[in-house]
């Protein structure tokens, strides 16, 4: 069993992108979720340990075929024919907060207590403040 983290979610689109013109199998070990910025989804093969709702039914509404790992090992046991796809890792709120927070030139995102205008949010964070680091 793979951790969650593991696991990142991969899109409609960007399947749809790097299956064009393909007649492979897209395989992710994660799941596969609706992406509303694209407006028609080619007909695709797609392996994956979850789809939701709404993708499913686009892809079966295009042609397409939603497969289980069960049914791709059944299929393609040599898993020939199979191209591997990982959604994004480092997209997680928690990797915003990796590093080390206040240093000149960092991105890191701090562990306040509140977010209000008092936390964190003035000197040293915005030039309209008296200075930015």
């Not at 064009?20 to 910025?37: E, F, H, L, M, Q």
């Amino acid at each position: 069993m793979m951790s969650r983290t593991n696991r990142p979610p991969l899109g409609l689109r960007r399947l749809a992108t790097f299956m064009k013109d393909s007649d492979k199998i897209a395989v992710t070990v994660g799941t596969v979720t609706d992406d509303n910025r694209l407006q028609e989804v080619p007909k695709m093969r797609i392996c994956a340990l979850h789809f939701t709702e709404m993708a499913r039914a686009r892809i079966i509404k295009a042609g397409g075929e939603c497969l289980t790992f069960d049914q791709l090992a059944i299929q393609h046991p040599t898993g020939e024919g199979a191209i591997l796809f990982r959604g994004a890792k480092n997209a997680r709120l928690a990797h915003k907060h990796f590093g080390v927070p206040g240093v000149p030139h960092s991105k890191t995102r701090p562990y306040v207590r509140s977010k209000g205008r008092k936390f964190e949010k003035a000197r040293g964070r915005r030039q309209s403040r008296g200075f930015k680091v």
